[in-house]
């Protein structure tokens, strides 16, 4: 059972920057598909920005320029840099995984089947 846990959120100014940290463990593959999502208040669950198995990376056309995903495998850690952060980004940021290869792509949401407990990000302009 792969248990993924987030960190990082907080509360910025239109214009700064987080990074978001989602450690995992009990890891069984040797390769995961691993994904960012958000969730804004009233809408559902979007996918931000993924990478497979074979660290083929995509992001979501509202953050690509201005987040950046990356995994650190020795420690099993994931990572999304965010900048120019806008108020449109405020939103609980989940991690996901999904063991071996993604269901359709790294961006899709149905393909997951670990989420972790989500960090708060909140961003004012």
């Known amino acids: 059972q792969v248990q993924l846990k987030e960190s990082g959120g907080g509360s910025v100014q239109a214009g700064g920057s987080l990074r978001l940290s989602c450690v995992s463990s009990g890891r069984t593959y040797s390769k995961y598909c691993m994904g960012w999502f958000r969730q804004a208040p009233g809408k559902e669950r979007e996918a931000v920005a993924g990478i497979d198995a074979d660290d083929r990376i995509l992001y979501a056309d509202s953050v690509k320029g201005r987040f950046t995903i990356s995994q650190d495998n020795t420690e099993n850690v994931l990572y999304l840099q965010m900048s120019a952060l806008k108020p449109e980004d405020t939103a609980m940021y989940y991690c996901?995984?999904?063991?071996?290869?993604?269901?359709?792509?790294?961006?899709?949401?149905?393909?997951?089947?670990?989420w972790g407990q989500g960090t708060q990000v909140t961003v004012s302009a």
């Open positions: 996901a995984a999904r063991g071996g290869y993604c269901y359709g792509d790294a961006l899709t949401q149905v393909g997951y089947n670990y």
